[in-house]
T-cell receptor, first 109, second 114 residues
């Protein structure tokens, strides 16, 4: 079975502060990990995927297989980063994507 | 290129009524899926399909039916609506090759069952 845990339902930071959204997963094989984001009144969209190893909107995430984590980080949060963030896992050869429960990030001015 | 189109955007049903949520995509994606989004529960997979004529169950399939007669369309049927099915429903699609799981989401359908 595959499972994604996002321990924080809510996260509030001030503009310019570093932010880290935590994601831990449970899967026995080699997973693919993703971060999806839903801004207010917009559709859910892909933010980044671990195999791309890229930085999107200043966010990065590193897959740590030892700690089974895929935390999302940004050194200096902006107000426009306020959104709901979902970590997601694809395990094995099927196409099913398992989502965590999400973390609502609020960046205060 | 409209992406993923869901209809209706809002629907109110009475317990026991049936209805179909429509989903269409124009990107030639092989994979299509339905999720429900509930507060504190995140997104849960209801049903998915990897091509016309092929469907399978997700985490929470009970009370829902799907079919995939064309590549473009993937309707979700509620057979006998229950208050527990009050939710926001999202349709999402992707390629199955190297673009697998880069999901394109619809705008959502908010369903209330009284």
């Amino acid at each position: 079975a595959q499972r994604v845990t996002q321990p924080e339902k809510l996260l509030s930071v001030f503009k310019g502060a570093p932010v880290e959204l935590k994601c831990n997963y449970s899967y026995s094989g080699s997973p693919e990990l993703f971060w999806y984001v839903q801004y207010s009144r917009q559709r859910l969209q892909l933010l980044l995927r671990h195999i791309s190893r890229e930085s999107i909107k200043g966010f990065t995430a590193d897959l740590n297989k030892g700690e089974t984590s895929f935390h999302l980080k940004k050194p200096f949060a902006q107000e426009e980063d306020s959104a709901m963030y979902y970590c997601a896992l694809k395990g094995g050869s099927n196409y099913k994507l398992t989502f965590g429960k999400g973390t609502l990030l609020t960046v205060n001015p | 290129n409209a992406g993923v189109t869901q209809t209706p955007k809002f629907q109110v049903l009475k317990t026991g009524q049936s209805m179909t949520l429509q989903c269409a995509q124009d990107m030639n994606h092989e994979y299509m899926s339905w999720y429900r989004q509930d507060p504190g529960m995140g997104l849960r997979l209801i049903h998915y399909s990897v091509g016309a004529g092929i469907t399978d169950q997700g985490e929470v399939p009970n009370g829902y039916n799907v079919s995939r007669s064309t590549t473009e369309d993937f309707p979700l049927r509620l057979l006998s609506a229950a208050p527990s099915q009050t939710s926001v429903y999202f349709c999402a699609s992707s390629f199955t090759g190297s673009g697998a799981n880069v999901l394109t989401f619809g705008a959502g359908s908010r369903l209330t069952v009284l």
